[in-house]
């Protein structure tokens, strides 16, 4: 018999991807700091820590997704995210699959449209 998954593990494997769009989105919004971001996604549900955000960018950075920028504010260096010509097209694409899911999701689960 295979090894129970609960509920908690299921949960982080639907965020990943979700979170992914989730910033991409909220960068779409403007250029923001990592702090930032991390209020912006936990005043609409989706609360991310620092140790994982901080690599998500690194990385969305290195894809070529964001461009970063370091400069002072409130007496000291923050770097600021904003989203490549990439990360535009990137967001609009997962923002349009995200939507086909859903709503394959609604058809599959039975519910009204």
């Known amino acids: 018999m295979p090894p129970a998954i609960d ?5 982080q494997e639907l965020r990943r991807g979700t979170l992914i769009l989730a910033v991409l989105s909220a960068l779409g919004q403007g250029e923001q700091c990592g702090a930032d971001l991390r209020t912006i996604l936990g005043a609409a549900g989706l609360p991310i820590e620092e140790g994982a955000l901080y690599p998500m960018l690194r990385r969305l950075e ?3 997704l964001l461009v970063s920028e370091r400069r002072f504010e409130d007496s000291r260096v923050k770097r600021f995210y904003t989203l490549s010509a990439a990360g535009h097209a990137a967001q ?3 923002l349009a699959q995200w939507h086909a899911l859903s709503e394959s999701l609604k ?3 039975g519910a009204q449209q």
């Open 7 to 11: 509920d908690s593990t299921l949960s």
């Open 92 to 94: 609009h694409t997962m």
């Open 62 to 64: 290195t894809q070529g």
């Open 107 to 109: 058809r599959l689960n």
